[in-house]
């Protein structure tokens, strides 16, 4: 089974920090991906990546960037966290190969609050 | 414009009933989707995906879906639920190259 490895459940940071969130998936998956999930309005894609080195924006990247250094990483840094950004961010990982349907794995998950 | 709705924002139903979640989709072409199913505090687990072929796909945990491309429905169904059926469930469409998620439904179960 594909797993996916988010480095902390809960975590709280202080308004003007920076914050590093880590994913690590174990499948030699090519592409990788960072949500936010909020009530009421579901996943929403902030970066992804189709490879190593390689970044894409998604629909709100605004506040954050990414690293992809190696194949199996993927983080998820908030440059200056203020408190609209406390909410559930979820990790997923997805084969590069074999057409547009393969599905996305995900990790369980880091709710981050900020204060 | 919304790839992917999912009309009922709640669902309750009796622990031992049948179920059934509503997902619609708006897509030119022949969709690949999917159904996941999330747990309190976990992230998003796949139930079953639809690409082509037969319209009804089965699924993990006694779970199915079916394609109806004239009414743009993948409609997922459980003949029926249990206690630890309730969760959040999205529907998901790829377009693009990307998974365009619903809103999502939250499953209440009754004893």
């Known amino acids: 089974d594909v797993k996916v490895t988010q480095s902390s459940r809960y975590l709280v940071k202080r308004t003007g920090e920076k914050v590093f969130l880590e994913c690590v998936q174990d499948m030699d998956h090519e592409n990788m991906f960072w949500y936010r999930q909020d009530p009421g309005l579901g996943l929403r894609l902030i970066y992804f990546s189709y490879d190593v080195k390689m970044k894409e924006k998604g629909d709100i990247p605004e506040g954050y960037s990414v690293s992809r250094e190696k194949k199996e990483r993927f983080s998820l840094i908030l440059e200056s966290a203020s408190t609209n950004q406390t909410s559930m961010y979820l990790c997923?990982?997805?084969?590069?190969?074999?057409?547009?349907?393969?599905?996305?794995?995900f990790g369980d998950g880091t709710r981050l609050s900020i204060l | 414009a919304q790839s992917v709705t999912q009309p009922d924002i709640h669902i309750t139903v009796s622990e031992g009933a049948s179920l059934e979640l509503r997902c619609n989709y708006s897509y030119g072409a022949t969709p690949y989707l999917f159904w996941y199913v999330q747990s309190p505090g976990q992230g998003l687990q796949l139930l079953l995906k639809y690409f082509s072929g037969d319209t009804l796909v089965q699924g993990i945990k006694g779970f199915e879906a079916e394609f109806k491309r004239s009414q743009s429905s993948f409609n997922l169904r459980k003949p029926s639920v249990h206690w630890s059926d309730a969760a959040e469930y999205f529907c998901a469409v790829v377009r693009n190259d990307k998974i365009i998620f619903g809103k999502g439904t939250r499953l209440h179960i009754l004893p």
């Open positions: 997923a990982s997805r084969l590069g190969t074999g057409g547009l349907g393969q599905p996305q794995h």
